[in-house]
């Protein structure tokens, strides 16, 4: 009895051993299987056909032969010498100029037109000639409100700015009032008062001018 199950056991062990045998070959030629496709795959006919279709093309290449340029032959313009003039040619064949183009060539260009001025430096010159009056008459006001300035404003410590404007020719001052008000009465009122009594002071000018000017009007 001992004997029948030792062999039974023995059978079943070397069943195993072969079973675990046969698992492990299955399972390696699986995995080799994959490397194997991939080799056999990753070869083209390309790396072998496409050299032998260059030699072709850079043998047929070679063998033709180049054209041959034709040169074309240079045309050579001929010089033509001008016909020698005769020399017996009387004065009276020779035609003179008219009357009207010799007096166009001798009357000389008028100065006047040459010399004018352009416009832009007529309109700069009468901008320094603005700003100019415009400096005096500004320094003509300030010295009159340093010297009148408003009793009000002075007992009440107040001070400020008054935006003037006016226009100004040969006939005076016209035309003035305040493009914006210091917010003070008496501070604005002196201002159009200021104009008024210096306006005889202004320098002289024959040209009409609209100034914009600011009376400021300041305790020290």
């Given at each position: 009895m ?6 039974v ?6 069943v195993f051993v072969?079973f675990?045998?046969l698992?492990?070959a299955?399972?390696?030629?699986k995995?080799?299987?994959p490397i194997?496709k991939e080799l ?6 390309n790396d072998?056909?496409?050299?032998q279709?260059?030699q072709k093309?850079e043998q ?8 041959k ?7 050579v313009p001929?010089k033509v010498?001008?016909?020698p ?8 064949q020779i035609?003179k100029?008219?009357?009207?183009e010799q007096t166009?060539?001798n009357?000389?260009?008028n100065n006047?037109?040459?010399n004018a001025?352009?416009k ?8 320094k000639?603005?700003d100019?009056?415009a400096a005096?008459?500004?320094?003509i006001?300030?010295a009159y ?6 009793k009000?404003?002075?007992?009440r410590?107040?001070?400020?700015s ?8 040969s006939?005076?001052v016209?035309?003035?009032?305040i493009?914006?008000s210091?917010n003070?009465?008496s ?6 008062d200021?104009?008024?009594k210096?306006?005889h002071?202004?320098?002289k000018?024959?040209?009409n001018?609209?100034?914009t000017?600011p009376?400021r009007f300041?305790?020290k």
């Open positions: 001992k004997n029948k199950i030792g062999l056991s023995g059978f079943m062990v070397s072969h675990g045998i698992l492990f299955f399972l390696f030629l995995e080799q299987a194997q056999f795959h990753s070869i083209s006919l072998y056909i496409v050299p279709v260059e093309i047929s290449a070679a063998q033709i032969e180049p054209e340029v034709i040169e074309k032959e240079q045309i001929k010498q001008p016909k003039m005769p020399k017996n040619i009387k004065n009276s035609p100029s008219s009357k009207a166009a060539q009357t000389p260009t006047a037109t040459n001025p352009p832009e430096n007529l309109a700069q010159s009468l901008a000639e603005q100019k009056i005096q008459i500004y320094k006001i300030s409100i340093i010297k009148n300035y408003p009000d404003a002075l007992r410590n107040q001070s400020g008054v935006l003037v404007s006016f226009n100004y020719n006939s005076g016209s035309n003035a009032q493009l914006q210091s003070i009465k501070l604005d009122k002196a201002s159009l200021a104009i008024e210096t306006k002071l202004f320098p000018t024959n040209k001018f609209a100034f000017l009376v300041a305790i």
